[in-house]
């Protein structure tokens, strides 16, 4: 049965399901939508929404569709490995950059749409990055696999909160992949956070004054004197 309305969509239902489907042209393409449910006020309400945010998101510069960050991570990884193989980058990132994306980025974003990550979520993933060994998912691991020179082995999990040159050298990382998959338009510009750890409050005592440095150094001179002589000097 066909339904046709006023849209810029037309909902119908299939021959032999209840569940109503969209079917609307877009960006020159032709695209249909299973809206998952038999109800057609329902089915009217979520087809609005899906064609106001595509419309949106073609606005931005940005594909149709939502990307996952775990395949926009696949992707990436993907491309490293060709650029290393046409020496256009480092030999090593294919080799020591997959393992780090899919421990923690991927582990930690899963398949969130990366266009709705923000600079907020970033700093969130830091602090979860931080203690992932001591507090975290990386408790319930024993040994990691390891590559070096060619040579594979295993090693104990770490169980220090990560160093700063860690957090640096992994956010790198990640802001290849945020900053590809804004080339390939699935996602805005995304402002990094720092991982700059905030400088602890100075509480030390003050210097001493001229005076208390004088009386400091006659009670320490009186002090040596009675130690070698035995005798005690009276003031």
Not at 41 to 64: C, D, P, S, V
Not at 156 to 162: D, I, L, Q, S, T
Not at 215 to 227: A, F, G, P
Request: include cysteine; charged fraction near 30%; charge should be positive.
């Amino acid at each position: 049965m066909l339904q046709r309305t006023k849209q810029p969509f037309v909902l119908f239902q299939r021959p032999g399901t209840k569940n109503w489907s969209m079917r609307y042209s877009l960006d020159g393409k032709q695209i249909k939508k299973s809206l998952q449910t038999p109800d057609e006020a329902e089915a009217l309400r979520l087809a609005n929404q899906i064609w106001h945010e595509q419309t949106y998101r073609l606005k931005q510069g940005l594909t149709i569709d939502e990307q996952p960050f775990s395949k926009v991570a696949e992707e990436f990884m993907k491309k490293v490995e060709f650029e290393a193989s046409a020496d256009e980058r480092s030999k090593y990132h294919p080799i020591y950059w997959p393992p780090i994306i899919r421990r923690f980025p991927m582990a930690y974003f899963g398949d969130k749409p990366i266009d709705t990550i923000t600079s907020a979520d970033l700093e969130r993933y830091l602090l979860w990055r931080k203690t992932y060994w001591t507090s975290g998912h990386g408790t319930k691991i024993e040994k990691i696999r390891c590559e070096r020179n060619g040579r594979i082995y295993s090693r104990a999990a770490p169980r220090k909160v990560a160093a700063l040159s860690t957090l640096n050298g992994e956010m790198v990382i990640i802001r290849g992949i945020f900053e590809q998959a804004a080339r390939w338009g699935y996602c805005q510009p995304l402002v990094m956070p720092s991982t700059k750890t905030r400088k602890r409050v100075d509480n030390r005592r003050p210097s001493f004054t001229g005076t208390e440095y004088n009386t400091l150094l006659r009670v320490c001179e009186k002090r040596i004197y009675e130690s070698f002589t035995g005798e005690r000097q009276v003031q």
